[in-house]
């Protein structure tokens, strides 16, 4: 997750370990300063969780320990770095889950589908930041739904959430993980969506994508808009990594961190990825 300059990672996996620390990196123009924060008061360790930044707050919701699924909001004040909190929510909140979507738009946080350890869901849920308050949201009878989804991505786009990619415990189309994905800032500012990795859905023997692609959205039209294609196979050749962009206001930088290659090694290095 990324805020302003500040790249914040929590938890994940390693070597099948849930990990429950929190590092921050400083940004800038040629390197990366790591920190860990948050060490007074840090959270249950877990992986398949998802964090959003608002208003210079890091909210995570949800996750597992490998024993345990997680139905919890949690929120550490990036101004403070002092400790986690769990705020007090009202309504109706999200049941427990991991690899879900989770998304940003104004002061509505968004969580979408999931697996809860026992099936794959396609429900969506709405938190507003302001009053703290849940909100199951009921899709209209003639709407067509996505497919019961986890490992997919949660994106707001105008007055819109897209849902790219994800597993499904049904054989559909979209039964291939996506491993990273996040909205992307052009040269000429015209938005842009960056999908890197991720497993090839050829059965019964799929690959690790060796490739990055990004969609633009420039004309304002997810039918008529069109992929681009960039290759470097040592870098993006990884599944599990995370992918943000540095702020909307700067031009051509996307920041990709950590991964697994499918095999046996981990990765725990940061990338600058660059449009050009």
């Known amino acids: 997750m990324v805020e302003k300059d500040l790249l914040v990672i929590h938890g994940g996996e390693n070597d099948d370990v849930a990990m429950s620390d929190t590092w921050a990196g400083k940004i800038s123009e040629e390197a990366v300063s790591w920190t860990r924060i ?8 877990r992986q398949g969780h998802v964090a959003a930044a608002h208003e210079g707050k890091c909210f995570i919701f949800g996750g597992v320990d490998m024993m345990k699924t997680f139905d919890e909001l949690h929120v550490l004040d990036l101004r403070s770095s002092e400790e986690w909190m769990t705020p007090r929510t009202s309504g109706r909140r999200p049941t427990a889950r991991g690899n879900h979507g989770l998304a940003v738009r104004e002061d509505m946080l968004y969580v979408y589908g999931g697996f809860d350890g026992i099936q794959h869901l396609n ?4 938190l507003d930041l302001r009053s703290m ?78 490739e990055a692609f990004w969609y633009s959205l420039e004309d304002k039209s997810l039918t008529s808009s069109t992929w681009s294609k960039g290759t470097d196979k040592e ?16 031009e051509d930088e996307c920041f990709m961190f950590g991964g697994w290659d499918g095999f046996f090694n981990r990765y725990n290095d940061l990338y600058r990825v660059n449009r050009e």
Not at 123 to 126: G, K
Not at 141 to 166: C, E, M, N, T
């Open 38 to 45: 948050a060490k007074s008061r840090e959270l249950h360790a």
């Open 123 to 126: 429900d969506m849920y709405m």
């Open 133 to 210: 308050t849940w909100q199951l949201l009921l899709p209209h009878a003639a709407d067509r739904q996505p497919y019961p989804l986890s490992q997919h991505v949660l994106l707001p786009w105008d007055d819109k959430l897209i849902s790219f990619g994800g597993m499904s415990s049904a054989n559909h189309e979209s039964d291939a993980p996506v491993s990273a994905i996040d909205f992307f800032s052009c040269s000429d500012h015209s938005p842009s969506i960056l999908v890197v990795g991720g497993w090839t859905a050829d059965h019964p023997h799929p690959e690790i994508a060796s």
């Open 235 to 250: 870098v993006f050749s990884r599944v599990g990594m995370s992918l943000n962009s540095f702020g909307r206001g700067r």
